[in-house]
């Protein structure tokens, strides 16, 4: 029979799929590795993009263990791998403020 399959593609076959979302490797950004910089020391790190992070999610810029003193609230950036900064609900990026509001949009 030549439908039987080698233990090692069986094996990859079982690698191959996202264990956090259960879809195939590549098709999910579950494992995408985005930079998480401190903006009080700079310190960067690369760290897996967390589920809670918007779309488009490259940098995250948040304090660090040691800058964080509690009480406030982590104030919490993201930007997109251009360097935008974006939503952190939709991913889209922030325009920046238009220098007329009195525009109005159709
Ligand atoms: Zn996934
Ligand atoms: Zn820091």
Do not use: F, H
């Not at 996202?18 to 950004?29: E, H, L, Q, S, T």
Request: charged share 25%.
């Amino acid at each position: 029979m030549s439908a039987r399959r080698s233990p090692i593609e069986v094996m990859a076959d079982r690698v191959m799929k996202c264990v956090r979302c259960g879809a195939p490797m590549g098709g999910c950004d579950c494992w995408v590795k985005i930079t998480l910089r401190c903006p009080k020391c700079k310190r960067t790190m690369q760290v897996t993009k967390d589920a809670t992070n918007p779309p488009n999610t490259a940098i995250v810029e948040a304090p660090c263990d040691k800058c964080d003193r509690g009480g406030d609230k982590p104030e919490t950036s993201y930007y997109n791998a251009k360097g935008q900064q974006i939503y952190g609900d939709t991913g889209e990026p922030i325009t920046p403020a238009r220098p007329s509001p009195s525009r109005v949009l159709p």
